[in-house]
């Protein structure tokens, strides 16, 4: 999806992202990102996980 986006793209998001939230708020922003993608991995892992045990419980399953 951002295979194309560069160095320069990055950067203007970057300031985008800066002019839209202010210097005060990105520290905020940032935990609140990095919490969103914890509970998005573990709940992923779960999922993943409840899968597996699922398929070796059920041995005739075909």
């Known amino acids: 999806m951002f295979q194309n986006i560069g160095i320069t793209g990055i950067i203007m998001i970057l300031v985008l992202v800066l002019i839209l939230f202010g210097p005060?708020?990105?520290?905020?922003?940032?935990?609140?990102?990095?919490?969103?993608?914890?509970?998005?991995?573990?709940?992923?892992?779960?999922?993943?996980?409840d899968?597996?045990?699922e398929d070796e419980s059920s041995p005739n399953k075909k």
């Open 51 to 53: 899968s597996k045990d």
């Open 24 to 49: 005060s708020r990105l520290p905020e922003l940032g935990r609140a990102v990095g919490r969103t993608l914890f509970e998005f991995k573990s709940s992923a892992r779960d999922l993943v996980g």
